[in-house]
């Protein structure tokens, strides 16, 4: 399978322009992008914290989760 050709994308844009209406295109994209710019930057925040961790509560933290045990229901 290949990448679509032009016809098959005229005819994709034409069933969404039916769906949505060309008024709300725009702002479908607008969100689209926001919510992508927001992904990203809460990406990179992450990455930021974990790396500004120290190796002492990397391991703390290793350690309290390997210690802990599951609970176990039991049913009567």
Avoid: H, Y
Wanted: net charge negative; glycine share 10%; aromatic share 2%.
């Amino acid at each position: 399978m290949g990448m679509p050709g032009t016809t098959e994308l005229l005819l994709i844009l034409g069933i969404v322009v039916l769906l949505f209406g060309a008024k709300k295109i725009p702002d479908l994209a607008k969100g689209l992008g926001k919510g992508i710019k927001n992904f990203k930057s809460e990406m990179k925040d992450d990455a930021t914290e974990v790396a500004t961790e120290t190796p002492k509560e990397v391991e703390t933290a290793q350690t309290t989760a390997s210690t802990e045990t599951p609970k176990s229901t039991t049913q009567a």
